[in-house]
C-alpha cells in the first residue's frame, strides 16, 4: 500500500488514469490534432501550444488526452496533461461540429524566485474548460478553434485561444465525427527492442541541456497495452547528471494498418547513477532515487522488422529536478 501511494504522488493520479481511460476496449483516439495561439496570465500575454487525442463517445459525446503547454510568464513556464469529457453538437450535414469540455488538469510548473537565483518544480491539479468549433473536410483534415481557460490550485489562472489542425486517423464513412473508434482482436506489438539518442531538457530557470540515450525493450501484453523496460542516460546537463531503470505501462493504438502507433506511458524511474547540483534553497537528490516518468510515444514501422520511434518521456521528482527527454530511435520487431 505505502508503494502504491508513492507511486500515486509521484505521477499523479491523472497520468494512471490517462492510461485506462486510452487502454479500455470501447475508448480509442480516432483524431490527432496540433493547435498553438496566444496566452493571457498574470497580466502578460504568452503563447500556447496543445497536442492531444480525441476519440467519440457516440454522437454527441467525446472524450480527449491533451498535452499542454502554457508558455512563459514571469516567473512560470507550465505545462501538463488533461483529460476532458466533450459535449458536440454537428451541423451542417455533420461538417461543422460546436463542442464544449472540462476535465482535470495534472500540471508541472518550473515556478522561479523573485530574486532569480533559484526555481522549484512545482507540481499540482487544477481544471481545463474548453469551448471549440471544428470543420470537418472529406479528406480526414479538421480545422479547428479553441479558447481554454486554466484554473489551477497554485499560481496564476489563464485563458488562451488556439488555432489548429486535426486529423482522423480511422476514416469515416461519411465527413464528420466518427461515434466509435473500430475495434481490434490482435496485439499492436509483440516484441520490440528500440535503441536512441536525444536531448536532456533540465525544467530549470535556465533549461540546460545535455546529450541524452535509451535502450529498452517493448512486450505486447494485450491488444492495446504494452510494457517497457529500459535504461536511460540524462546525461551532464550542470544540474543533473542523473542514469537509471525505467519501466512502463503504455496504452497504444495502430493506424494505417499498423504502420503507425502511437502510446501514453507512465511508470517508474530508478536512479542507479545521479549527481544533482543543490540550488540555494539546498534542494538535491542525495535520498531519492526514485522518481516518476510520464511518455508519449509514436513509431513507424519500416518493414516486418525495422521501426523508427519519438519518444517525450517527462521525469517527475520531488527534489525540483523535473526533465523532459525527448529521444528518437531506430527499433527491431520480433
Avoid: C
Avoid at 74 to 87: K, N, P, Y
Avoid at 177 to 205: C, F, H, M
Amino acid at each position: 500500500m505505502a508503494g502504491h501511494v508513492r507511486v500515486q504522488r509521484l505521477l499523479g493520479p491523472s497520468a494512471l488514469g490517462a492510461l485506462l481511460f486510452a487502454a479500455s476496449g470501447a475508448v480509442h483516439a480516432q483524431e490527432f490534432s496540433l493547435s498553438g495561439g496566444v496566452s493571457r496570465s498574470s497580466g502578460e500575454h504568452t503563447y500556447s501550444w496543445a497536442a492531444a487525442y480525441e476519440q467519440g463517445l457516440g454522437e454527441y459525446f467525446a472524450a480527449s488526452f491533451t498535452w499542454l503547454n502554457e508558455g512563459h510568464v514571469t516567473d512560470h513556464h507550465r505545462d501538463g496533461q488533461a483529460i476532458q469529457l466533450w459535449a458536440r453538437l454537428p451541423l451542417a450535414q455533420r461538417r461543422l461540429v460546436l463542442s464544449a469540455g472540462a476535465g482535470p488538469y495534472r500540471y508541472f510548473d518550473t515556478s522561479t524566485a523573485e530574486q532569480g537565483d533559484s526555481y522549484s518544480n512545482t507540481h499540482g491539479w487544477g481544471g481545463v474548460f474548453s469551448l471549440r468549433a471544428q470543420y470537418y473536410f472529406a479528406n480526414r483534415w479538421i480545422a479547428q478553434f479553441q479558447v481554454n481557460r486554466v484554473q489551477v490550485q497554485r499560481g496564476p489562472n489563464s485563458t488562451a485561444a488556439l488555432i489548429g489542425i486535426a486529423y482522423q486517423l480511422d476514416a469515416p464513412d461519411t465527413p464528420g465525427p466518427r461515434d466509435w473508434a473500430p475495434s481490434r482482436t490482435t496485439k499492436v506489438t509483440n516484441n520490440e527492442v528500440t535503441a536512441y539518442l536525444g536531448q536532456t531538457i533540465v525544467n530549470s530557470s535556465s533549461s540546460q541541456t545535455a546529450l541524452g540515450a535509451a535502450l529498452d525493450y517493448r512486450r505486447g501484453l494485450w491488444n492495446y497495452v504494452d510494457w517497457t523496460i529500459g535504461y536511460l542516460h540524462e546525461g551532464n546537463a550542470d544540474l543533473v547528471r542523473r542514469d537509471g531503470i525505467t519501466t512502463q505501462l503504455w496504452a497504444t493504438r495502430g493506424f494505417f494498418n499498423d504502420r503507425l502507433t502511437l502510446g501514453l506511458g507512465a511508470g517508474l524511474y530508478y536512479a542507479v547513477r545521479q549527481n544533482s547540483e543543490p540550488d540555494i534553497t539546498g534542494d538535491n537528490d542525495a535520498d531519492d532515487r526514485l522518481a516518476g516518468i510520464i511518455s508519449v510515444s509514436a513509431s513507424y514501422r519500416l518493414g516486418d522488422h525495422w521501426s523508427t520511434r519519438v519518444t517525450w518521456n517527462r521525469i517527475v521528482t520531488r527534489y525540483n529536478r523535473d526533465t523532459d527527454v525527448i529521444l528518437a530511435g531506430l527499433g527491431y520487431r520480433f
